[in-house]
Structure formats: C-alpha cells, structure tokens
C-alpha cells in the first residue's frame, strides 16, 4: 500500500498509558492516526493492542494522557465523551458476541438506537456486501465462525462510522473469509474513505492492507512508519525482527 | 360439593376476595418488577466496593420468612412505630408493602444471576456499536430474558401463596384485607372445609395460569 491519500489526523494521542490493578499494560508516548488511512498496528499477544484500540473507541479511560480525536476532542476520561462523538467510532471484535436474534437484528441494531429510518434498505445493503443476503432471517447462534465474523462487520459498517477499528478480525478465519474481510476492508477505505485501524499480529496482512503501520511492544508503540519503510527499512532492531518474523523479546 | 357450587355460583364475597388477591398481588409484583430488574442488572453488571455485602443482604432477602417481614411491617405501621401517621396497618396498603418487600429480593436476585449469566462483552461490543449505557444494560436484558421471566416468575410464586405477611399487617378483615390465603385460614379453623378447598382451588387456578402464561412468553421470546 502507498502512503496515506488524505491528511489531516482522526487520533492523536499524547502520553497515554493505561493502568489495571497496579500493572501498567499500555505506555505509549506518541500516537498519529491520519484520517483517511489504514493504520496497521502490529505485535505480538499481550503487547496491548487491543487495550490501546478499546481506548481509541472510547470504551474505557487511558489512566494518563489525552487523546485529540478529529483535531477537536481532547479525552481524559471516557465517560464524558459525548454519545454524537463516541458514535462516529466502531469496532470490531476478535471474538464478536451477537445478540441471540436473527442476523437481520443483528445488523439493524445499530441503526435501531440511533432511530435510523431506513434501517431495512441499509441492512440489506450491507448484507449483500458481505454476502450474508441468503441468512438475513438467521439465528445467529446458528452461524458458522466465518460468518459470525462477517455479522460484526456488517453490523459496523452499516452505521457508516468515520473510524473503524478492527481487532484481529480474520483471526482464525479460513482463506475465503479472510480474502473476503480484506477487500471489504479496502472497498471500506478507498470508495468511502473510512479511516481504518486494524489490530492484528499478521505481520502479511497489514502489509496488504496498511498505508502506515506501527509495532507495539509490552504496551510501548516502538515504531510507527508508512508502510514502504516500516515493513521494508524499519529504523528500530526489534521492528526488522518482527517483520522478518523472529521472536521479539 | 359445596366447593363446586360455590365456585360455580361465583359468590359475591368470593369473587371480592379473588379481585382484592390480584389487586394486592399484582401491585406488589408491579412495584417490584419496576426496582427489582434495574437493581438486579445494576448488580449483575458493576463492580464496586461493597457489592458483596449488598448480595449478601439480598440472597438473605431471598430466604426471609413471611411473618417476620410481616411482623417487621407491623411494627413500623403500628400507632406507635415510625411510620404509624401513614394509617396503613390493617389495609390493602399494608399487605401490598409487605408483599414488595417478599418479593423485590426474589426478582432482584434472580435477574441479577441471568444478567451474570450474559457474556460480559456483549456490553461492551454494543457499546461499541453506539449504545447508550442505558441501552447496553436494556440489551443485556433483552438476552437474558429468559432469566428475567423467571425472576417475575419468582416473585410472583413468593407472594401469592403467602398467608403470614397478609395476616399479620391486614388482619383479615371482611370486605376489606381478605384474601384467598387468609379466607381459607379462616375457613378451615371455623370447620368450613368446602369453602376452604373452593378457595384453594381458586388460588391454584390463578397460580396455574399467570404461571403459564409466563411460560407462553418465555417460549415466545426463544423462538421469536
């Protein structure tokens, strides 16, 4: 992938750690999200990927730090992000739980809380673009992983979101799955320009899809790069050891 | 017999006695359905200090006896108790409080164990997807209906059958706390065993129904 196509920053974030029962899990001093990009956030299990995406969505309070979200939002604390703002950022999970509805419900229930009208038009469109037209009336404990997986996706992306952030969401998917995520993802950032972060320890596949990426390690981001360098002349040792794939101590 | 006939005749004391039930009963159930679910997801879903010692106020709750609630009750409605210048003791008032306090740890507990029982990251992924914390606690709800049914369920099974809260705080007064519990006490001390199986059948019946159509519900919202 080339270099982001659109400036201007969708997160930047400033001495952020967070803090759970007296262990520090995430130490990052410096974050720059560009808006229009997929930033591709790289690691091994346990370096705080994920801690760092839920603080991105607003889910929980960084212990320390602000994060300036759309050049305008400084967060301290979670709680008194506003719904309007908190609603302009989703997020996909690992391991998605879906509501024991139908996977129409599932989809339509973001749309539903936010009062959409159209709910029944956008739902369907969103589930031929991820091939799940044929399950529409579906229990969702019915599905298989794969179409799990797409079943939060849709119910993301229906809502149309400035930012989507994904935490590893092929992750113990089959090569059908995982190439059908990934253009969707892509379709995602070029024709309607969402801003991307994607968590994953697949060192192949935020090469495919990433315009900058970023390695981070026991809770510290130890380099973030456009994806030509990151990937192919990373600055710091233990980035080039990552990205070649030996173990990263 | 006699209890055939009198169920058939629907004698007037009789179809007052069954409508002051509902009404004392269903008041009751209303009230604390309305604290008891939102307590129980509040304690399903938080974590915070002293969250222990106030489950452990509730599953005690869940055991109390009725006379004592009733006795307790009585004691703060008396003339002389604190709460004696409402003039409750002895009215419907009085056995509907009584009730409320029977059956709010029932419907708190048990919505409290079905929202235990919901994946915790349900919570989050919906707040995720924009939920409101009010609309992530209503969708943890929503899957753990089943569990919630059954805290009504519960409740509702506490308090119908009841006999010592309602005697103790209403008094059993004709044509005005009498209900089916505390008629066929009454019933059967004057000897009057007709009367007393017609009330119980009643009593049952009511049991019967309310609960399957709990259970019609409950069957609803698995296949719905």
């Known amino acids: 992938m080339s270099d982001s196509p659109i400036t201007g920053f969708a997160y930047q974030a400033d001495h952020l750690t967070k803090v759970y029962n007296s262990r520090a899990v995430l130490g990052v001093d410096s974050l720059e999200i560009r808006r229009g990009e997929i930033f591709g956030l790289v690691g091994p299990s346990g370096s705080g990927k994920s801690t760092l995406l839920r603080l991105l969505g607003f889910l929980e309070p960084p212990t320390s730090g602000e994060i300036l979200f759309g050049e305008r939002l400084r967060v301290i604390d979670s709680d008194v992000v506003p719904i309007d703002v908190r609603r302009r950022v989703t997020m996909v999970f690992q391991h998605p739980v879906l509501l024991s509805r139908t996977v129409f419900a599932n989809v339509a229930y973001g749309l539903r809380i936010r009062n959409h009208s159209d709910v029944t038009q956008r739902v369907e469109a969103v589930l031929k673009e991820v091939r799940l037209d044929h399950l529409t009336g579906a229990r969702a404990r019915t599905l298989s992983g794969g179409e799990r997986q797409r079943v939060a996706l849709a119910r993301a992306i229906v809502l149309e979101p400035d930012v989507l952030l994904l935490d590893e969401p092929t992750a113990n998917l089959d090569p059908f799955n995982v190439g059908l995520i990934e253009r969707i993802v892509t379709g995602l950032n070029q024709d309607r320009g969402m801003t991307i972060v994607l968590v994953t320890h697949n060192v192949f596949q935020a090469r495919r899809l990433a315009h900058r990426a970023g390695l981070l390690l026991d809770g510290r981001l130890i380099e973030a790069a456009n994806a030509a360098t990151f990937f192919s002349e990373p600055s710091d040792a233990r980035t080039a050891a990552f990205v070649r794939g030996d173990m990263v101590c | ?224």
Do not use: C
């Open chain 2, 1 to 224: 017999m006699e209890a055939g006939r009198l169920l058939v005749s629907l004698d007037p004391e009789l179809v007052r006695i069954i409508l002051l039930s509902l009404r004392v009963t269903g008041t009751a159930l209303f009230f604390s359905t309305l604290i008891g679910i939102p307590l129980g997801a509040w304690l399903g879903h938080r974590r915070f200090f002293g969250r222990r010692l106030i489950i452990a106020f509730l599953y005690t709750g869940m055991g109390l006896p009725p006379v004592v609630v009733g006795l307790v009750i009585y004691l703060l409605l008396s003339h002389s108790g604190p709460l004696g210048s409402l003039s409750w003791l002895f009215t419907p008032r009085a056995m509907i409080l009584a009730q409320i306090v029977i059956s709010l740890p029932q419907v708190a507990g048990f919505t409290m164990a079905a929202v235990m029982g919901v994946d915790p990251a349900l919570r989050q992924q919906v707040l995720a997807l924009g939920a409101t914390e009010r609309q992530a606690t209503f969708a943890v709800l929503v899957e753990a209906r089943l569990g919630v049914l059954v805290s009504i369920v519960a409740g509702f099974g506490a308090i119908i059958s009841e006999v010592g809260a309602v005697m103790l705080v209403g008094g059993n007064i004709k044509d005005s706390t009498r209900v089916l519990t505390t008629a066929i006490v009454l019933q059967t001390r004057q000897g009057n065993f007709d009367a007393a199986i017609a009330l119980g059948l009643v009593l049952i019946g009511i049991a019967f129904f309310v609960n399957l159509a709990m259970l019609k519900l409950q069957g609803g919202s698995i296949e719905s």
